[in-house]
Each structure stands twice: as structure tokens, then as C-alpha cells.
């Protein structure tokens, strides 16, 4: 990039988990290329990158307005921000192509307050030095229809979709049609997503599957950031424990299974020698 100190500006691009790019820039009027609208009003500030050599995190913080247009608080609370993707670009406005990469990462913690908002930034490097390595447990570590779990969440009778009837606590308890083909307990630590309404995008984790006279009663583990209404359209999934009798009995995948059923369980390493019997470190009956 050229050396022109007075021309020169930032430009952010966020993309979303489902889709939706914004644009921001701290130039003091709009810009336009990769086919991205960069918003000047939106007020964006940044402190200066701090990159390394090797592998130590990337890091940097942004701040702006909170706007209707652009970001705003009820899609950042509702969780449509976390783990985005962000680009950064440093420019000369006056020759838009005269530009270059500055940091491409994901967006970490966000901060509201007084009408504006502060995001930490994550460089590619920061899962690096998250703690790795496999857990050895009775239970599968693996997520239901993940490339390690491998079951197919799309085949019929794991999953539905249909139109919540009513609702209670912002969407924390759902009332959806009876679902009579599904057995009472079928969904527990299955996955609700959101199709349509103001919560489309958002999902949520079930905590209790019952019923309620006519309809099937959903209750979530967190409400979703938006509050649904009734007729929105929502996918329910079945649920899986990670016990491997459910993993054979439920859904016939127990090749896939990747916890260790049979190790010893914590009350049997704790156990300490008894007089008498026998201490052969056999099985205990």
C-alpha cells in the first residue's frame, strides 16, 4: 500500500453464522467493493493491532454505536455476533483498490453501554491456545450429527418441524402440536432451532420434553436471545444423554460411539482395602 497518511482508513466486514455481512468504516462517508456496503455513520473507532510472529494471540477492540441499522443491541443479546467472522482492511479512499489485509479473526466478548458498543477481537491463532487433547469417560464427548458422531439428524423420526401454538417466559417454555409419533422424553437435550419470526437463526437446547393437555411442552435450557411468537416455525431435533445404551437403543449408532462405557466409574477408583473377601483388584459383586 501506497504511503497517503491523509487519505487513509479502516474498514470492517462482519459476516454472521447465518449469512448476513455488515460493512463499517471509520472514513466519514460510505465505501463500496468486494460487493460490501462499508457504513461511515455508524461512528467506528479501533486501537491499534497488536499482531506477533509465531503463535501468541492476535488481539485488538473496536467500538461503535449501537444503530437499527447496523448493529443493534437486540441481535447482539440475542447471540447473532458471537464467534462472527471479521476482516479488516486498511485503504486509501480516494483509490479504494490501493488496500490490504489487516486481521481476519472472529469477534470474542461484547460490551453494551450508553447506546454504543466494545468487541474484543480474536486473531486465527487464539484457538491455538485453547486446551487440547481427547477425555477419556463413560460418556461421548461427540455432538448428536457431528463429523464424529456421524448419525444423520435428517433422517425421519429424529426430527420435526412445525408452529409453536403458545408460549411462556420470552420463549423459554414452548407449546408446539402433540407430536403423538414422538414418545414423551424423545427431545430432552435436543436442539430447537427457529425458522422464521423475530428469533429466526437462534437455537436453543431442551431441558424437559412433556406434554400439556393437547400440546407437546418444550422447556428450554435458555431462553433465545429474540422472543418467538406463536405460528413461527420451528425444527425440533431428538435428543441424546451420550450413554451408550441410549447411542445403540436410540439411534443404532453405536459404531460411532466415542465415549468408554465400561471405565471405572470415580467411586470405584476411590475405593480403599478392606479386611477381608478378596483384593485381587477383580470385579466387584
Same mark, same amino acid.
Given at each position: 500500500?501506497?504511503?497517503?497518511?491523509?487519505?487513509?482508513?479502516?474498514?470492517?466486514?462482519?459476516?454472521?453464522? /447465518?449469512?448476513?455481512?455488515?460493512?463499517?468504516? /471509520?472514513?466519514?462517508?460510505?465505501?463500496? +467493493?468486494?460487493? &460490501? #456496503?462499508?457504513?461511515?455513520?455508524?461512528?467506528?473507532?479501533?486501537? $491499534?493491532?497488536?499482531?506477533?510472529?509465531?503463535?501468541?494471540?492476535?488481539?485488538?477492540?473496536? $467500538?461503535?454505536?449501537?444503530?437499527?441499522? $447496523?448493529?443493534?443491541?437486540?441481535? &447482539?443479546?440475542?447471540?447473532?455476533?458471537?464467534?462472527?467472522?471479521?476482516? &479488516?482492511?486498511?485503504?486509501?479512499?480516494?483509490? @479504494? *483498490?490501493?488496500?490490504?489485509?489487516?486481521?481476519?479473526?472472529?469477534?470474542?466478548?461484547?460490551?453494551?453501554? %450508553?447506546?454504543? !458498543?466494545?468487541?474484543? #477481537?480474536?486473531?486465527?491463532?487464539?484457538?491455538?491456545?485453547?486446551? %487440547?487433547?481427547?477425555?477419556?469417560?463413560?460418556?461421548?464427548?461427540?455432538?448428536?450429527?457431528?463429523?464424529?458422531?456421524?448419525?444423520?439428524?435428517?433422517?425421519? =423420526?429424529?426430527?420435526?418441524?412445525?408452529? @409453536?401454538?403458545? #408460549?411462556?417466559?420470552?420463549?423459554? @417454555?414452548?407449546?408446539?402440536? *402433540?407430536?403423538?409419533?414422538?414418545?414423551?422424553?424423545?427431545?430432552?437435550?435436543?436442539?430447537?432451532? !427457529?425458522?422464521?419470526?423475530?428469533?429466526? =437463526?437462534?437455537?436453543? &437446547?431442551?431441558?424437559? /420434553?412433556?406434554?400439556?393437555?393437547?400440546?407437546?411442552?418444550?422447556?428450554?435450557?435458555? *431462553?433465545?436471545?429474540?422472543?418467538?411468537?406463536?405460528?413461527? *416455525?420451528?425444527?425440533?431435533? $431428538?435428543?441424546? /444423554?451420550?450413554?451408550?445404551?441410549?447411542?445403540?437403543?436410540? +439411534?443404532?449408532?453405536?459404531?460411532?460411539?466415542? =465415549? +468408554?462405557?465400561? @471405565?471405572?466409574?470415580?467411586?470405584?477408583?476411590?475405593?480403599?482395602?478392606?479386611?477381608?473377601?478378596?483384593?485381587?483388584?477383580?470385579?466387584?459383586?
Amino acid at each position: 500500500m501506497s504511503d497517503t497518511t491523509t487519505t487513509r482508513a479502516r474498514a470492517w466486514a462482519l459476516e454472521r453464522r /447465518d449469512g448476513v455481512v455488515i460493512g463499517f468504516t /471509520d472514513h466519514d462517508r460510505d465505501l463500496t +467493493f468486494d460487493g &460490501i #456496503l462499508f457504513r461511515a455513520e455508524t461512528g467506528m473507532t479501533a486501537k $491499534a493491532l497488536t499482531q506477533t510472529t509465531g503463535l501468541s494471540v492476535d488481539n485488538t477492540e473496536a $467500538a461503535g454505536a449501537l444503530r437499527s441499522d $447496523a448493529l443493534t443491541e437486540a441481535d &447482539i443479546l440475542a447471540g447473532r455476533y458471537d464467534v462472527a467472522e471479521l476482516r &479488516i482492511w486498511e485503504l486509501d479512499w480516494n483509490v @479504494i *483498490a490501493d488496500r490490504r489485509l489487516l486481521f481476519r479473526g472472529t469477534l470474542g466478548e461484547i460490551t453494551r453501554a %450508553g447506546g454504543a !458498543f466494545r468487541v474484543e #477481537l480474536r486473531g486465527l491463532s487464539e484457538p491455538l491456545s485453547r486446551s %487440547g487433547g481427547r477425555v477419556f469417560g463413560a460418556l461421548c464427548p461427540a455432538v448428536l450429527g457431528d463429523s464424529a458422531c456421524r448419525f444423520d439428524m435428517a433422517s425421519p =423420526g429424529f426430527f420435526d418441524v412445525c408452529e @409453536i401454538t403458545a #408460549l411462556e417466559e420470552a420463549g423459554g @417454555i414452548l407449546y408446539l402440536p *402433540a407430536l403423538v409419533e414422538f414418545p414423551i422424553g424423545w427431545f430432552v437435550h435436543g436442539r430447537v432451532q !427457529f425458522l422464521d419470526g423475530g428469533a429466526t =437463526g437462534l437455537e436453543s &437446547i431442551v431441558r424437559r /420434553d412433556g406434554s400439556a393437555g393437547n400440546a407437546r411442552r418444550i422447556e428450554l435450557w435458555t *431462553a433465545p436471545g429474540a422472543t418467538p411468537m406463536p405460528g413461527d *416455525a420451528v425444527r425440533i431435533e $431428538a435428543g441424546c /444423554d451420550k450413554r451408550f445404551v441410549t447411542c445403540r437403543e436410540k +439411534f443404532g449408532n453405536q459404531l460411532n460411539f466415542r =465415549g +468408554f462405557p465400561h @471405565i471405572p466409574n470415580e467411586d470405584w477408583l476411590a475405593l480403599m482395602p478392606r479386611d477381608g473377601g478378596v483384593n485381587d483388584g477383580g470385579r466387584r459383586r
